[in-house]
């Protein structure tokens, strides 16, 4: 690859979001559970193949966390993309079900790369972090429903944690039995509720096309998905199921038993799913992707995602979903964008209330949002899960055209405004490690329990 221009940002798409995405990879580890039908079992994490370039990169080093942070950190610089702003994905298995030891360990090393120093305790590496020169702003990790109890989300707070992936599949007991998920519909409800309730963002890995469903379960499962309150993620990732080599899957394929749907049946099918998301909800990827030589039967489109928005562009179709309407990637594609903003707020139900707070323009540019939410019952009565400003991510301290110019702040002001006006008397923030000094400077402190910052009026 050539080194970029000076001031050009190569695949400028990884930042545009505002934000600079490092991905680890766990070492290899079979599931507690068994397998699932369609994973892979391949000598690599579970779920990937050798050829992944992830786990390429992460096998290179040992499946180091330290050494995997700090190789990303160089990649991105080497591309020009600002790495003040860091959220940490976690990525590979079901993390929570590794040894705790081996958990603690890893998330200590992944600040420790972050802070360029070593440290003895997962707490210090936090407290150095929150003023270091890569400041991670969100950690995401990947579990499954059954894997989400009280004891794991105290664990996740304890990281740092702020978003947490499910790997929910279809919301449907017989496709689970099928697929030998090993959990019910039940543990999705009450995964997603705990989560929700301790401030977590919420992802769903969804796989429509599975061993037992079709086109319209799979409709009616993404409409179940956004009208049962027990539900309603903030984000999803929408895989298709492919037949991968080294499969259950694949035995049966070959017995003529399972076939995927075509190229464009899911693009049919994903059309559809575009057209029916709701505003407060990203779609943050469409297609997984798997290396031609462990793809059995399915398609190697992983680019459809940009062929289908551009057609429901050109038919000026109204897709609320956020992905299609945040700045960052919306001023690639529209050369006017009216810069005078207003806040709307939605709010919906989901065992508790939501309030999802943005900043949009006339033509429903979305600059910046929150997601404020009022627990029914529980200590965490009201909460902020998410504050995120989009646009290019710039370095902190520096002004840009979106980022940094106070629309985070007005969203925090219009959260405490909706608080205060409920009775209630205190307002939690789930933070990135990285972003505690920001709310400082906004009069909240970190909790006794060293987890949310807060403020009581
Ligand atoms: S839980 Fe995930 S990683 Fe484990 S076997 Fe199932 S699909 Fe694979």
Do not use: W
């Amino acid at each position: 690859m050539k080194p970029p221009k000076s001031g050009e940002i190569r695949k400028p798409t990884k930042t545009l979001s505002g934000v600079a995405p490092v991905a680890v990879m766990l070492k290899p580890r079979k599931c507690k559970h068994g397998t699932c039908l369609y994973c892979p079992t391949l000598d690599v994490p579970q779920s990937y193949t050798p050829k992944s370039p992830a786990v390429m990169r992460a096998l290179m080093l040992d499946y180091d966390p330290f050494k995997q942070v700090k190789a990303r950190l160089k990649a991105l610089k080497v591309m020009n993309h600002p790495t003040d702003k860091i959220e940490l994905i976690i990525m590979g298995g079901t993390f929570l079900d590794y040894p705790t030891k081996y958990q603690y360990n890893f998330i200590k090393e992944c600040y420790d790369a972050l802070n360029d120093r070593k440290c003895k305790t997962l707490e210090q590496a936090k407290k150095i972090n929150e003023k270091a020169k890569h400041r991670c702003v969100a950690l995401c990790i990947e579990t499954r429903p059954d894997v989400c109890s009280k004891e794991h989300i105290k664990r996740m707070l304890k990281f740092g944690c702020t978003r947490v992936e499910l790997g929910v599949q279809a919301i449907d007991d017989m496709i689970y039995k099928k697929i030998k998920r090993g959990h019910t519909v039940k543990e999705v409800i009450n995964a997603t509720k705990r989560l929700r309730e301790a401030g977590f963002k919420i992802g769903y890995h969804i796989m429509p096309g599975l061993p037992g469903s079709n086109r319209k379960k799979d409709i009616a499962m993404f409409k179940k998905i956004f009208s049962d309150e027990n539900f309603k993620p903030d984000q999803l990732k929408i895989y298709p199921c492919q037949v991968i080599k080294g499969s259950a899957l694949e035995k049966l394929h070959y017995k003529g038993k399972y076939s995927p749907y075509t190229e464009q049946e899911i693009k049919n099918l994903i059309i559809k799913f575009l057209k029916l998301t709701p505003r407060y909800c990203r779609i943050m990827r469409i297609m997984r992707e798997i290396p031609p030589d462990y793809l059995v039967a399915g398609t190697t489109r992983i680019d459809l995602r940009k062929e289908i928005e551009e057609e429901l562009r050109k038919k000026q179709n109204k897709i609320k979903e956020i992905r299609f309407r945040e700045i960052g990637l919306r001023s690639r594609y529209q050369k006017q964008i009216d810069n005078r903003t207003r806040l709307k707020i939605t709010r919906y139900k989901a065992v508790g209330e939501e309030y999802f707070l943005e900043i949009v323009n006339s033509q429903d540019v979305l600059f910046a949002l929150c997601r404020l939410r009022i627990n029914k019952k529980n200590k965490n009565k009201a909460i902020i899960r998410e504050l995120h400003v989009y646009g290019q991510a710039i370095n902190i301290g520096k002004r840009g055209k979106i980022q940094h110019k106070g629309f985070g702040k007005q969203l925090i002001e219009k959260a405490e405004e909706i608080t205060k006006n409920k009775g209630i008397k205190k307002l939690k923030i789930i933070s990135g490690v990285g972003v505690r000094e920001y709310y400082r400077k906004l009069g909240y402190k970190l909790d006794e329990e060293r987890v949310y910052m807060v403020k009581e009026f």
